[in-house]
């Protein structure tokens, strides 16, 4: 299975960027897809994330309102749709693959394929 991940830049508080995760190897239906970012220092931090099934979606906090994940089922894609950027969303994105319990959305070892990453800094 390879994601392929895209989409961040540089970009300025207020603006919006759109992520995407395209997979290859393996269909998204039936597994859950999510967003992580980590900044330098940091452990890598639960974004969002869309279950398989039913499509229910889950945020962190600090991104509710702001960040949309969405798929497209036909094009094996997921995408982040981010609004309303700041500057403490700089991270590099990674997109991931896997079936974790609802009460381990959150945990990245739960997910066993990974993108390679992609660059989102917010400059103030």
Do not use: H
Not at 63 to 84: A, P
Request: aromatic share 12%; charged share 15%.
């Amino acid at each position: 299975v390879q994601l392929q991940a895209s989409g961040g830049g540089l970009v300025q508080a207020g603006d919006s960027l759109r992520l995407s995760c395209a997979a290859s190897g393996r269909s998204f239906n039936g597994y859950t897809s999510a967003w992580f970012r980590q900044a330098p220092g940091s452990q890598r931090e639960f974004v969002a994330a869309l279950r398989w099934g039913g499509g229910t979606t889950y945020y962190t906090d600090s991104v509710k309102g702001r960040f949309t994940i969405s798929r497209d089922i036909v094009k094996n894609t997921v995408y982040l749709q981010m609004n309303s950027l700041k500057p403490e969303d700089t991270a590099v994105y990674y997109c991931g693959m896997g079936r974790p319990i609802v009460s381990a959305m959150r945990n990245p070892d739960m997910y066993y394929d990974w993108g390679q990453g992609t660059q989102v800094t917010v400059s103030s």
